[in-house]
């Protein structure tokens, strides 16, 4: 199956199942020995959030499928192991558990309050935050 034939199907086939008609839209594999053909269709605009749909079709069984992709992210971001809060330097880059957002450790402050330790949104949004010691995911530099 020719690729303009794979993208042709899976469009016709998340507009049928879902209702969804996007032109972002790619082959993203295909098997040599099997023939089965992985595409990417994204949903959504730069108004709203989009959806990574995966449409598998596998032509010698005529046999297609649909999965949604719930988060694509580099594999760096996960080779550290979760540490405590505290063990971080001013600079270090991190995500909290069950977070997107990637966070920048200013430091601890010495005072009186049960929350010592300073983060800012990396992306500079908001103003900086103070939280107490958790277990967080670094991030490489």
């Known amino acids: ?4 034939q794979a993208i042709r199907i899976a469009k016709n086939y998340l507009l049928q199942k879902i209702g969804i008609e996007t032109n972002n ?6 098997a040599p020995t099997t023939g089965t053909i992985l595409i990417w269709a994204k949903s959504g605009n730069y108004l709203s959030e989009s ?3 995966e ?10 499928s649909m999965k949604i992709i719930k988060a694509e992210n580099a594999l760096s ?16 880059r991190f995500r909290l558990q069950y977070d997107c957002l990637v966070w920048t450790y200013i430091g601890r402050v ?11 949104r ?8 103070r939280v107490a010691g958790q277990m967080v995911f670094p991030l490489g530099k």
Request: proline share 9%; aromatic share 6%; with cysteine.
């Open 122 to 129: 990396t992306d500079g949004r908001g103003t900086p935050s």
């Open 77 to 92: 971001e996960f080779e550290q192991e979760p540490v405590e809060l505290q063990k971080l330097k001013p600079g270090d």
């Open 110 to 120: 010495e005072d009186c309050s049960g929350t010592p330790h300073i983060i800012r």
């Open 55 to 64: 449409i598998e079709i596998e032509p010698l069984v005529d046999y297609i």
């Open 1 to 4: 199956m020719k690729n303009e």
């Open 51 to 53: 959806q990574v749909f």
């Open 25 to 30: 839209i790619f082959v993203k594999s295909i």
